[in-house]
T-cell receptor, first 114, second 110 residues
Framework: EAGVAQSPRYKIIEKRQSVAFWCNPISGHATLYWYQQILGQGPKLLIQFQNNGVVDDSQLPKDRFSAERLKGVDSTLKIQPAKLEDSAVYLC????????????FGSGTRLTVV | RKEVEQDPGPFNVPEGATVAFNCTYSNSASQSFFWYRQDCRKEPKLLMSVYSSGNEDGRFTAQLNRASQYISLLIRDSKLSDSATYLCVVNPGSWGKFQFGAGTQVVVTP
């Protein structure tokens, strides 16, 4: 079974620039999650999709972050404009159930904002 | 108070020794619990689920104490390869919204 695919693996941008990350979940997984993990902290949920609908985006900084999952499969997360404090690893995870069944993470995108 | 709290460590453990650490959670209605392992610069990976009766997987034993709202992980006969950060994960029961602790770092030394 192919895992959760994410790209790019690394990204370095200047503050105020924009950046986008891509995630392709495990085939058949209806639920997709984006997490932000700052160095030394646990992952923090940014947004959760059930198919192509948003279940929870309460911790997404909506003034600069956006995410979509138009066809209920792959997803993109965008930051515009980026701030220094956005430097983190952005992890995508997917599960086949709404209760987190078969929860699997991708390898993440490491973002550095300079 | 954080929803999930862990001692960040590091726990420095001689190879072959036993190490144990806890994780406390604030939501008494939480329904499921997990331990994830995260190696340096890698994604978290499921180590084991934690059941009410306690469960064991080889050298790893997980316990749940609902009355005191904590879960524990014990590693016996530590190996160098056990060096990692162990993340406590709590599912409060709503839509798979996992809550992660900040992790406990374990360093196994020769």
């Amino acid at each position: 079974e192919a895992g959760v695919a994410q790209s790019p693996r690394y990204k370095i941008i200047e503050k105020r620039q924009s950046v986008a990350f891509w995630c392709n979940p495990i085939s058949g997984h209806a639920t997709l999650y984006w997490y932000q993990q700052i160095l030394g902290q646990g992952p923090k949920l940014l947004i959760q999709f059930q198919n192509n609908g948003v279940v929870d985006d309460s911790q997404l900084p909506k003034d600069r972050f956006s995410a979509e999952r138009l066809k209920g499969v792959d997803s993109t997360l965008k930051i515009q404009p980026a701030k220094l404090e956005d430097s983190a690893v952005y992890l995508c995870a997917s599960s086949w159930g709404s209760q987190g069944n078969g929860y699997t993470f991708g390898s993440g995108t490491r973002l550095t904002v300079v | 108070r954080k929803e999930v709290e862990q001692d960040p460590g590091p726990f420095n453990v001689p190879e072959g020794a036993t190490v144990a650490f806890n994780c406390t959670y604030s939501n008494s209605a939480s329904q499921s619990f997990f331990w994830y392992r995260q190696d340096c610069r890698k994604e978290p990976k499921l180590l084991m689920s934690v059941y009410s009766s306690g469960n064991e997987d080889g050298r790893f034993t997980a316990q749940l104490n609902r009355a005191s709202q904590y879960i524990s992980l014990l590693i016996r006969d530590s190996k160098l390869s056990d060096s990692a950060t162990y993340l406590c994960v709590v599912n409060p029961g709503s839509w798979g919204k996992f809550q992660f602790g900040a992790g406990t770092q374990v360093v196994v030394t020769p």
